[in-house]
């Protein structure tokens, strides 16, 4: 019985290397059969058959044994002659194979009488079981027995020949061989019972499956095809685990799956599905000749066409859920990777079980392993590879993992989708999250698919994918050879943008959530980086796993040292480090495209992004709420945007968004790849330039806002920086705070002349920057902005916010802003007098005037250069009208003016107590303090270097009446009353001034009065106060005072002394403007009389009448004294005696 066994079971498997020919070719095949052997006769003699089949059909079977004549033939048979006739070309007749053939291979068993097909299963039973068969076999092959050793040393007569044929099978070069032993095995796969062996084997397994009768007579012969496909669902619903699934005893899976692997050569040995198939392949694989596999294949690749029919489908699912189970039921696969397999070892695992080791899956592991590391898997096999990937891709059904596993998801979300992969994409769209909870061992059994199917590798494999993005990839794509990994990369480049298709995008991410989550899944990443993953991260093998290092852990790792410092040492490679760029920038897309963002935070993204749809805005809204994100979440999102701080590249829908900028300003910095924050920086200072689009601004300055919250989030200013914090800043981590610790730190060394600067001056000046930075946008100091939101919302609610234009907007408006809004003003005010580099309006106004006037100034000294060239006929007018601005502000109050503030630090406290002492320390003093200085240098009692400094501003002011603001306070309603066209006018030359002081009789409030008053006493002290004046007199002054020095009134008193002259003819306007000058100073006289004694000396001193008045006054005291002298004493004297009595009255008393 052994014997029987192995030699048809063995004799089955030659159909896996061969195919089965036409008739004709078969006739002329067993033609060439060297003469001495008879194949007519084989089954016809006297042999030991089957009892069972003997008693079954004692009818046929007494038929044949009558007939034992060397030349009988089945056509002769009177029970098989109509059918034969009907059904059977006449040349075929001759030949008893080619008459078997064509009978048993009839699509309908009906059409055979049943006679005749007792009389076919006799005779291949016969023919089976005939010990000529041997003979023959060693007649028909005697040439390839000498040849191989090991069949010539076998005993004849016991089987075994034929089995040592078939395990050399691949080696049989003789034609006559192949073709006979191939022919023979058609004869047996019409019936599993002649299959020697198999009954016994599955009796048990076939009764309980109900999958038909064992029975001779209950069940048509033909039929028989139907039990085997029946035992194959039950191996395969055993393998799902499906409810009730039957244990089939092991020695008949062998069997079965046996006899899928015999059958795996030529699809007509698998019965059942030959004849659910038979108009399926005439309809798609007509001209696909049949062995090793083809049609398999073909009707493999069309299962999911429309016209395929249901029951052909159903039956290829089964064959390909062996072949799932077992890759040796795929002929060409196992023909194909033989060689691989055995050099790779992939069979040789004494630890696994053999049932794992046979699995498809095992195999594509194992090969793909040895693809990813280099080796050389020979191109069919690869080939063949590529196929069943595709297959286990297609139909999510032929793993039995994701049956058993994700059977609650399937129902639930992906019913009906079964075809071309949808049912897969559908669960991979469960388990991204989209469409609600996933198991995790259906999330499990998903991950170990992809991994086995390997769709990183080449996308065709994933059709859903392939279908959906044809387009994009024939217009995006169309750069990179078909089947590139590169390809699922350039699609990723394209996510989002306009040449991407809804469809393709919903593929492409349902695909990269799970490649992202196993580095191995992308071919060039590995590639790159397997070297650096081995030395940094310690890992394995391409297919192997630990639990130390999780898949999902090596990337992080890889990343981790993509961004370390040379001095931090072990750094990854260079062409690692690039794809670990790529992978980075592809994870920046969607959240859910880095495992460890998403698992940490999947929390804090339903609390705080749950409206966030958009792409990019889940990663933006975590990090607008970083303050608000539980620990773990705060860690992770706060680490991937330290790294962005570094390479802003990651964010690629800000490079998108940022590219005309980009190309325009910043392509040096981007094309050189240097990982320094640098391209960000360009960014920002570019940030306002007319190439910039909207969803650049907001992208750059989220990224700014975001900065603000850690300075680690600022590289550049970390790596600048990060010695000097944590020396003089420790504990501070807000960017803000650090940078007003550092900022007050050098601040106060450069005001105490500190010997050496406790800063760095590598920090320094990128402090500097990050100041500038800050200054552009009022949400970039949180306290300010925190401060004046109800400002904002108020005053500026339709200003924008960069450009600083919401901080000059508040500006403009302080005297209606909120006290805390107010007093952050002042103080951010007062930090850009001291430092106009951080004044961003002025900088960015005046830009090309300070490159053009201030190239040399420091830059404290910025502001009071573009003053001094203010009137330059180069000056630009916007600029002109910023500077005019800046003045009025400085001019409203001394601590907003660092030069006058320095220059009168003892006079102001001196002369203007009163004024300080009333105000409170938040308050603005409005020009109070600017003002008194100013009366006391008409008075001529400020020290020299005040002195200076008050000149310049009543020379300002006297040209435009907006910088002093007592002046304007006062007297705005009675200048737009009597001087509106002057005001109109705005040409700053003294024109609103001289019409107030002309109009000062007509002027009825006493306030505004009063600093036209004190306007004309200033002028006396100064010609230069006085720019009408000076301009008609400038003559005059040249002529007949230009040895006079300027100042106290000197220039003005020569004027006078000129005017009473009547030697010294003076222009006539300039005559004109004297006379009226002095007028209104006697106007001023009477109506402001002298407060004190003090008072009126300083009148008389700066009086241009000064030495009339004096000689007056000098001429009085004169005369009292010669009065006194002439006159003598009016007092009595004092007798001498009565002083001589004095002490005596003294001591009396």
């Known amino acids: 019985m052994a014997d029987c066994i192995r030699v048809p079971l063995l004799l089955l498997l030659m159909c896996i290397l061969s195919f089965v020919h036409p008739v004709a070719a078969d ?84 059409e055979i009488a049943a006679e005749c097909n007792h009389l076919l299963w006799n005779y291949k039973l016969n023919l089976t079981t005939d010990p000529k068969f041997e003979s023959v076999a060693v007649e028909v092959c005697k040439t390839t027995i000498s ?12 089987g075994y020949l034929v089995s040592c044929l078939v395990d050399h099978r691949g080696n049989i070069t003789d034609y006559q061989c192949s073709q006979y032993i191939t022919k023979m095995t058609t004869i047996v796969f019409s019936d599993y019972r002649l299959i020697c062996g198999f009954m016994d084997k599955c009796h048990d397994d076939i009764n309980t499956l109900h999958c038909g009768s064992i029975s001779t007579g209950e069940k048509d012969i033909h039929s028989q095809g139907e039990v085997i496909a029946c035992l194959e669902k039950g191996l395969v619903r055993e393998a799902e685990e499906q409810p009730g699934a039957h244990a089939i005893k092991d020695e008949c899976k062998k069997a079965i799956m046996r006899v899928a692997e015999l059958s795996s050569d030529d699809f007509h040995l698998d019965r059942y599905l ?89 195999l594509l592991l194992c090969l793909e392993s040895a693809v990813h590391r280099g080796r050389v898997v020979s191109g069919e096999c690869q080939g063949e590879m590529m196929d069943y990937r595709r297959m286990l891709m297609e139909d999510f059904s032929l793993s039995p993992e994701i049956v058993l596993h994700c059977r609650s998801e399937i129902e639930g979300h992906c019913s009906g989708l079964h075809r071309k992969g949808r049912t897969l994409h559908c669960l991979m769209r469960v388990g991204r999250g989209d469409m609600g909870a996933i198991e995790p061992n259906c999330q499990k059994a998903l991950q170990t698919l992809i991994q086995e199917a390997d769709p990183g590798a080449d996308y065709r494999i994933d059709r859903a994918l392939n279908e959906a993005c044809e387009s994009v990839i024939q217009t995006a794509c169309k750069h990179i050879r078909n089947g590139d990994p590169m390809i699922l990369s350039c699609l990723m480049e394209h ?141 992770v999102v706060g680490n991937l945007t330290e790294l962005e701080s570094e390479d802003i590249q990651i964010e690629a829908l800000l490079m998108r968004a940022c590219e005309p900028v980009i190309q325009t ?65 420790p504990n501070i981590k807000k960017k803000v705070d650090v940078v007003i610790c550092l900022s007050t730190t050098v601040r106060n060394d450069t005001l105490q002349d500190a010997k050496e600067q406790r800063v760095s001056i590598k920090c ?32 500026c609610q339709n200003v924008a916010f960069g450009n600083a234009q919401v901080i000059e907007c508040l500006k403009e408006k302080k005297h209606h802003l909120s006290q805390r809004c107010h007093q952050r003003i002042f103080k951010l005010q007062e930090v850009e007098m001291v430092d106009p580099e951080l004044d961003y309006q002025l900088m960015r106004v005046c830009k090309h005037m300070i490159r053009r006037f201030c190239t040399e100034s420091e830059g404290k000294n910025v502001l009071q250069c573009l003053k001094q060239n203010k009137n330059s006929e180069l000056m630009d007018p916007k600029c002109k009208q910023m ?138 002290a100064d010609i230069f106060v006085d720019p009408v004046l000076h301009t008609a007199c400038a003559l005059d002054i040249k002529h007949h005072c230009a040895a006079i020095p300027p100042g106290k009134g000197r220039q003005m008193s020569c004027l006078m002394e000129a005017l009473q002259d ?88």
């Not at 040849?147 to 016991?158: F, M, Q, T």
């Open 883 to 1020: 500077i005019t601005k800046r003045q009025i502000t400085q001019n409203t109050d001394y601590r907003l003016n660092p030069v006058l503030r320095k220059a009168c630090k003892a006079d102001i406290p001196k002369f203007c107590q009163s004024i300080l002492t009333k105000a409170t320390a938040d308050s603005e003093l409005e020009g109070q303090v600017i003002s008194c200085l100013k009366l006391k240098y008409a008075d001529q009692r400020l020290s020299p270097d005040c002195e200076d400094q008050i000149r310049v501003i009543l020379q300002e002011s006297a040209l435009d009446y907006r910088l002093d603001p007592q002046l304007q306070i006062h007297c705005t309603q009675e200048i737009y009353k009597l001087c509106p066209e002057e005001a109109a006018a705005q040409e700053q030359t003294g024109q609103v001034e001289e019409c107030l002081k002309v109009n000062l009789l007509k002027i009825k409030q006493e306030a505004c009065k009063k600093e036209v008053l004190n306007m004309l006493k200033e002028s006396k």
């Open 147 to 158: 040849e191989i050793k090991e069949c010539a040393a076998e005993e004849l007569g016991k």
């Open 495 to 635: 996510l989002y943008t306009e040449k991407m298709v809804e469809d393709c995008e919903h593929r492409l991410l349902e695909l990269q959530y799970f490649i992202a989550r196993d580095w191995k899944l992308d071919p060039i990443l590995y590639k790159k980086c397997q070297g650096d993953a081995s030395r940094l991260c310690h890992t394995h093998g391409w297919n192997e796993t630990s639990e130390m290092m999780p898949p999902g852990a090596i990337f992080s790792c890889l990343y981790r040292h993509a961004y370390r410092s040379v001095e931090q040492g072990r750094r990854l490679s260079r062409d690692c480090k690039v794809e670990v760029q790529r992978i980075l920038h592809q994870r920046a897309l969607d959240v859910k495209l880095d495992p460890e963002l998403q698992r940490r935070c999947m929390t804090d993204l339903g609390k705080w992004c749950s409206e966030k749809t958009e792409a990019g805005q889940e990663l933006e809204c975590l990090q607008d709420h970083l303050e608000d994100l539980v620990l773990d979440c705060r860690d």
């Open 274 to 362: 030959y004849f659910a198939c038979r108009e399926d392949r005439e309809r798609f694989c007509e001209n696909i000749m049949a062995g090793e596999g083809r049609v398999y294949k073909c009707l493999f690749n069309h299962k999911f066409e429309e016209a395929m029919s249901e029951r052909c489908r159903e039956a290829l699912t089964t064959r390909q859920k062996l072949i799932a189970q077992d890759y040796k039921v795929s002929y060409s696969l196992a023909k194909a990777c033989k060689s691989d397999l055995r050099k790779y070892r992939c069979s040789v695992d004494t630890n696994m079980p053999r049932a794992r080791e046979a699995r498809l899956s095992y």
């Open 665 to 729: 300003y910043c392509h040096e910095v981007a094309d050189n790849q240097i990982d320094t924050g640098d391209l960000m920086e360009c960014l920002v200072q570019n940030k306002h330039q007319k190439e910039m689009n909207e969803k650049c601004v907001v992208g750059v300055t989220h990224f700014q806002l975001i900065q603000i919250k850690d300075f680690r989030f600022s590289y550049k200013f970390k790596t600048a920086c990060k010695e000097d914090v944590l020396k003089l800043c």
């Open 1062 to 1149: 009547k030697r010294v003819r003076l222009q006539p306007e300039c005559k004109k403007r004297l006379q009226d000058r002095i007028e209104m100073w006697g106007y001023a006289a009477k109506v402001a009389p002298a407060d004190g004694f003090s008072d009126l000396a300083m009148q008389v001193m700066t009086s241009p009448s000064k030495n009339y008045i004096l000689t007056v006054i000098g001429a009085g005291v004169a005369l009292l004294f010669l009065m006194g002298l002439f006159c003598g004493r009016f007092t009595k004297r004092v007798t001498q005696e009565l002083k001589d009595r004095f002490p005596t009255l003294q001591e009396a008393v």
């Open 27 to 110: 006739n002329n095949a067993i033609k060439s059969v060297p003469s001495g052997v008879n194949l007519q006769n084989l089954g016809g003699g006297p042999v030991p058959v089957n009892p069972g089949a003997v008693e079954r059909n004692q009818g046929a079977g007494a038929s044949v044994s009558r007939r034992r004549s060397t030349g009988w033939k089945l056509a002769e048979e009177a029970v098989c002659r109509e059918d034969l006739t009907r059904l059977c070309p006449k040349h075929s007749w001759s030949n008893n194979l080619a008459v078997l053939e064509c009978l048993q291979d009839k699509k309908e068993e009906t």
């Open 764 to 795: 320094r000046k990128q402090l500097r920057v990050e100041e500038v930075e800050m200054s552009e946008d009022i949400r970039l100091e949180p306290e300010l902005y925190d401060s004046c939101k109800h400002d904002i919302k108020e005053l």
